[in-house]
C-alpha cells in the first residue's frame, strides 16, 4: 500500500487549496479512504471520511460546510478540496485507509493558512 499526498502551500485566509492523495498497491476501489491532518503540539484529528464507491462522505465539525472530499476510482486519487480557510487550518494533511485493523499512511502534505 502507498499513498503519496500532494498540493499543499502557503495560502492566505480565505483561500482555496485542493488536495490529492495518489494511492498505489492496493484494489483502490474497494477501500474507504480518511483525510486526516495535525497541527504542532496536537493530536492528529480526522477530517473527512469517504466510502470505497464516494456515495457516503462524512466531516469533522471544523470542516462541515468548508471542505469537500471526492474520488476518482479510474485515477486511484482521492481530493480535499478546501475552501474559505482559515489560521487554524494550518497543519500537516494524511490521506488513510485501513483493513483488518491495519492503517496505512502517506507522508502528509503541509498546508500553512497565514497573511
Known amino acids: 500500500v502507498q499513498l503519496v499526498e500532494s498540493g499543499g502551500g502557503l495560502v492566505q485566509p480565505g483561500g482555496s487549496l485542493r488536495l490529492s492523495c495518489a494511492a498505489s498497491?492496493?484494489?483502490?476501489?474497494?477501500?474507504?479512504m480518511r483525510w486526516y491532518r495535525q497541527a504542532p503540539g496536537k493530536e492528529r484529528e480526522s477530517v473527512a471520511f469517504?466510502?470505497?464507491?464516494?456515495?457516503?462522505?462524512n466531516y469533522a465539525d471544523s470542516a462541515k460546510g468548508r471542505f469537500t472530499v471526492s474520488r476518482d476510482n479510474a485515477k486511484n486519487t482521492v481530493y480535499l478540496q478546501m475552501n474559505s480557510l482559515k489560521p487554524e487550518d494550518t497543519a500537516v494533511y494524511y490521506c488513510n485507509t485501513w483493513r483488518w485493523g491495519v492503517d496505512y499512511w502517506g507522508q502528509g502534505t503541509q498546508v500553512t493558512v497565514s497573511s
Open positions: 498497491g492496493f484494489t483502490f476501489s474497494t477501500y474507504a
Open positions: 469517504i466510502s470505497n464507491e464516494g456515495g457516503t462522505t
